[in-house]
Each structure stands twice: as C-alpha cells, then as structure tokens.
C-alpha cells in the first residue's frame, strides 16, 4: 500500500491543518499524519483557548476560503491597553491610526478554527488525512522521505513537513538541537462573562509574577431565559509554585482574584469554563530543516504568549513556505532539495528571532519586582504612547505587516 504525495505533513494541530489547505490551494497533492482522533481535539475540554488571529494571518484564512468563520464568529481587536498592573499611566494602541485599517486582531476561540479547517480538509480531494495513526516508521532517502504507518500503509513524497508541536520528535531524530528555557511562569486559560461590555478593548496588565491578559470575545448570545452576556478570554500568567494553588480554587473565588487584578473595570466577572494551565518555555531551532525534512511553527519555534503571537509565527511559517513549494513544484524543482528548504528558513528565521526576543525581553523587563521598575516602566509606557510614529512602528510588527510578506499573507493565493 505505497502513496505518492507532493508533501507529507507529520502533526494535525492548527499550523499542519493550515499548511494542508494552503498547499492543496496551490494544486499540491499531500498527506497529513496526526496521531490524535481529530474529533476528540474538538472536544472544549481539549483545548479552552482563544488566540488572537492578526489581520496578515486574518488575510491568509480568508485567501484560503475561511473568513467566514472570522465575520461570524470571531471578534475584532480594535483597541490593546497596556499598563503596569493597575497604574493609570498606559499605552494605547488604536486600530483607527493603524495602516491599513484593519481591526489589531481577531479573537477565535481555537476549538472553532480547529472545526472549520477539519471540515476543509475532509472535503478537499488534494488532501489524504490519516487520523488517528502511528508513525512505525521514518526515512530519508537521496531521493524522496517515506513514512510508514501501523496499519501497513507507505507514504513517500519528496519532503516531509514536520509540524508535530514543541517536542517534534521528527526534529529529535534528525538531530536538530533547540535553544531551550523555562519561564517561571505558568498561563491560566479560561473564559469570563462580565457586566460591563469590553469595547472591543484588549487589555495587558503587567505583573511581576507575569502578565495578565483579557481578549475580548463574541458576546454569548441570549438563551431561553439567559440574556445575552459580554465575554472575554483570560491569560493570566503566575509563579509554576502557585499554579495548582489557583487551579484549585473555586469559580467563584478565581473569578474574584481576576476582578481584584483588572480593578474591576468591566464590573462583576463570572467564570465560564474551566480554567487550564500551562507551563511557558521558549525554543527555538537552530536550523529549520535537515535532508527531505522542513520544521514548521512549534516544531520550529515557541515562545511565552506574552503577546499572542506564537501560533501567527506558525501561521507565517505556512504562507512563506506554501509560496516556497508552490513557486518550486511550478519550476519542476525537488521539492526536498536543500535549496527549497534554504529558501524557506531564510525567509522565515529573522522574524521568528526577532519576535521570539521581542516577547522574551518584555516577559522579563516587566517581571523585575520592585517600586523603582513599576515607576520606570510605567512612565516609559507613557512616554511611548506619546508618540504615535512609534505606537504605529509596533502595531504594524504585532499585526504581521512588517518585512517582506508572502502573497497569502497580502491575501492573495500567488
Ligand atoms: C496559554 C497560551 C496562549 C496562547 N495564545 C496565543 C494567541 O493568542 N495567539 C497566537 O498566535 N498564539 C498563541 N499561543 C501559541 C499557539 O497556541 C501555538 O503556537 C500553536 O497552537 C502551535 O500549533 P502547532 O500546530 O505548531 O503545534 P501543536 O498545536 O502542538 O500541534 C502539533 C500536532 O502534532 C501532533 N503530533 C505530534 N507528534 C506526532 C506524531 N509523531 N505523529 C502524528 N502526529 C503528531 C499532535 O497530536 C498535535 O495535533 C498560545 C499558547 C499558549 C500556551
């Protein structure tokens, strides 16, 4: 039972899924290998987040058929307010002096895409889903990868696209070393309903134990004698030592502990879902490739969700290389050859670098305790909103507007 495919992705998490709709866009036959049963990911217990989509990447789903899901169920970034804790000095980006003038960002809940991109992929005939299955077997050849499957099924295509997640055994095996830290920091996820609306109003306050985010999220429509109910995402990072600490509280009482830190701003909260926690760490691989081998997005590449950017990098990763394979297999080009591989990582490693120390460098300026930081950071915070070249400069790097943008990323197939 051997199978020839232009590509074979390892790993259905959102970037494998989305490098399969993208590649099949471009006419490119490929198989994706995921080990988990799809269906159970999109069980809510699985996966409670939310991530902030930025408008490049809101540019590329729709390119690819899937801004519905954006217009009717997603809910518009149009203002970020960042403070140092509870100070009333701030910084505050706008998505009205932001060019173009798209919302910052799009909150989507993950089981959401995760739903509308499995659908895509069942019904894309360029597309060969193998879920749940093992990987009993890889090889890299001279000439072309394969890999072979415990029911007995061999795939081979000229590369293999590894977007296995943050412990890719695929990069384990092709030896591939990650520069690797933990954060003393561990992200709480839930989902609150509030009193007051948000606005549309992100807000980041920052803490020494880590930052405190909430996104705002698509009212809860009304239900039988419900009314409708504003909503917002919570990230809150704490010390790992608090972690089960705060896991175990009550509703209730986390829900009175999140009001205390956002001073009450968007009155009364109640919490909706369970909260999850997960530890933060930041890799990143020294090279992005290795013989008929490409890593992609946290196989690649991870980093503290300070500000919501790690799946957006993986998301990047997925335009830049779809461009890669596309324009190559148009040339008649191996796909697997080193050349297409270097093409890829050259375009893809300075922005992911420059992202991954951007996000490093603000968990760790805002975690230094202390008044005598509080007063620096608060003014330096103050001092930078008032200059709106500047608050202009970071909007555009936050939303993937910056360097040189592949087509998906213009919203266009190329
Ligand atoms: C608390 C938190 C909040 C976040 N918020 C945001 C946000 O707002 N915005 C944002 O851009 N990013 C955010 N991120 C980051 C984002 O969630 C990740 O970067 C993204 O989900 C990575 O997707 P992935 O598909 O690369 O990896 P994964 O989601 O890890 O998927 C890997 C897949 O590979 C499969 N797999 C692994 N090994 C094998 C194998 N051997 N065979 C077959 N399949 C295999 C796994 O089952 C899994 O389905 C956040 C992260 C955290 C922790």
Redesign the pocket.
């Known amino acids: 039972m051997q199978q020839t495919y232009d590509a074979i992705i ?7 899924q989305t490098l399969a709709i993208a590649l099949a866009a471009h006419d490119l036959r490929v198989a994706i ?4 049963d799809p269906d159970a ?1 999109l069980a809510p217990e699985f996966d409670g ?4 989509i930025a408008s490049s990447t809101a540019r590329m789903l729709r390119a690819l058929g899937l801004g519905d899901v954006l217009d009717s169920q997603g809910c518009a970034i149009r203002a970020i307010r960042v403070t140092d804790g509870l100070s009333p000095r701030h910084l505050h980006f706008d998505s009205a002096e932001a060019e173009p003038a798209e919302p910052l960002g799009i909150m989507l809940e993950n089981r959401v895409l995760r739903t509308i991109l499995l659908d895509r992929l069942r019904a894309d005939d360029r597309i060969t889903l193998f879920a749940p ?1 093992t ?1 009993v077997a890889t090889d890299r050849g001279a000439d072309r990868s394969t890999v072979a499957l415990a029911d007995g099924t061999v795939l081979q295509a000229p590369v293999i696209l590894a ?4 412990q890719s ?1 695929l990069r384990q095996e092709a030896g591939i070393r990650t520069a690797r830290w933990q954060y003393d920091g561990t ?1 709480i ?1 839930t989902m609150l309903a509030h009193e007051k609306p948000h606005d549309h109003v992100a807000s980041e306050l920052f803490y020494p134990e880590g930052p405190f985010a909430q996104l705002p999220m698509r009212d809860l429509p009304a239900d039988g004698e419900k009314p409708a109910r504003h909503r917002s995402a919570l ?1 809150w990072t704490i010390r790992s030592s608090d972690a089960a600490g705060v896991k175990a509280l009550s509703p209730r009482a986390l829900a009175h502990e999140a009001e205390k830190r956002m001073g009450g701003f968007l009155g009364h909260l109640e919490l909706i879902a369970p909260a999850s926690s ?1 530890p ?1 760490g930041l890799h990143h691989s020294e090279r992005y490739w290795a013989e008929r081998l490409i890593l992609v ?3 690649a590449h ?1 980093i503290h ?1 300070i500000a ?5 990098m ?1 998301l990047r990763d997925v335009a830049a290389l779809a461009e890669v394979l596309s324009s190559s297999a148009r040339l008649g080009l191996d796909l697997g050859h080193p050349d297409v591989a270097r093409r890829y990582e050259r375009w893809r490693r300075a922005d992911n670098f420059a992202t991954a120390f951007a996000t490093d460098s603000l968990a760790r300026l805002f975690g230094v305790p202390g008044k005598a930081a509080h007063t620096i950071r608060s003014t330096g915070l103050a001092a930078v909103n008032r200059l709106p070249p500047l608050r202009r400069a970071f909007m555009k790097v936050a939303r993937g507007e910056a360097g040189d943008l592949p087509p998906l990323l213009r919203g266009e197939l190329g």
């Open positions: 390892v790993g259905g998490g959102l970037v494998g290998v995921e080990r988990a990911h987040r939310a991530s902030a299955a990987i977007c296995d997640g943050r055994a992200a996820v990230v997960y933060l997005g946290d196989a991870g969700p919501g950017q790690g799946l957006n993986g």
